[in-house]
């Protein structure tokens, strides 16, 4: 079975419409939440994930927020903006989509949370000393987050759990043969100074199963839907950085 594994599509439909069609042929996807937040399409991008024959999607901070469920003063200026315009753009069946979303769910040996499994909504996994204190706080194998954007890989290596970052390239197959959190990057707002959308791969019939890919698509069209939307140029001008 191939599992396509995504996170932060951040409301941008070229870069999620890319990805698929990249990824393809895939028999699952993970969705490890922040569909919306930030960008032009949230509405299509929901219905988009929706189609999806078999998905399995967690909330994210972003999602969380549209529905009221955590303070909007919690994000800075221009992420509360946009959240403040998607609340006057979601369709109504598309909220009740984000608002049927788990924070954090178990799937055969991987445990899902968008930001970490101790803390779904908020805590993000960017350095060795929270990815081991958070190895606890799952009983799979791999937990899977997102939240950072930014792809990387924290492996618990040491009899005394002594946990290390690894940072691979797309297109280098590997395997995670000790307990490990993995974090996709992202699909529609990268932040690794690499503005190409991000995504991995989990193949059960491979040797060395996971790897991680990126691929282009068309920012520029993005970047005019943003500004056409009346959203934050820093929005727009981030996705050609890749930051
Ligand atoms: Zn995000």
């Known amino acids: 079975m191939r599992t396509l594994i ?5 409301a941008n439909l070229t870069a999620l419409q890319a990805v698929l069609a990249d990824a393809a042929p895939f028999d699952r996807v993970f969705c490890l939440g922040d569909v919306v937040g930030y960008g032009p399409d949230p509405n299509a991008c929901i219905e988009e ?23 909007i003063r919690a994000f800075r200026d221009e992420a509360r903006f946009s959240l403040e315009w998607l609340a006057t753009q979601i369709r109504p069946e598309n909220y009740h989509w984000l608002q049927n979303l788990p924070e954090r769910i178990e799937i055969e040996d991987f445990t899902l949370a968008h930001g970490s499994p101790r803390d779904p909504l908020w805590e993000y996994v960017m350095d060795v000393r929270i990815a081991r204190e958070n190895m ?18 924290f492996k618990m290596e040491g009899e005394d759990g002594s946990t290390y970052l690894y940072l691979i390239g797309p297109d280098q197959p590997f395997s995670l043969d000790v ?23 989990y193949d059960d019939q491979e040797e060395l199963p996971w790897t991680y890919h990126r691929v282009p698509y068309d920012v520029e069209a993005v970047q005019r839907r943003i500004l056409k939307a009346g959203l934050p140029l820093r929005h727009a001008a981030r996705l050609s950085e890749g930051w």
């Open 6 to 10: 995504l996170s932060d599509i951040h």
């Open 49 to 71: 994930m929706m189609a999806l024959p078999e998905l399995d999607c967690i909330k994210g901070n972003h999602d969380a927020a549209i529905l009221g469920e955590i303070d």
């Open 136 to 153: 606890a706080a799952f009983e799979t194998s791999t937990c899977l987050v997102g939240h950072t954007h930014i792809p990387s890989v």
């Open 179 to 201: 307990k490990s959190i993995i974090n996709p990057g992202s699909v529609g707002q990268p932040r690794d100074r690499n503005p190409l959308a991000a995504y991995l791969v």
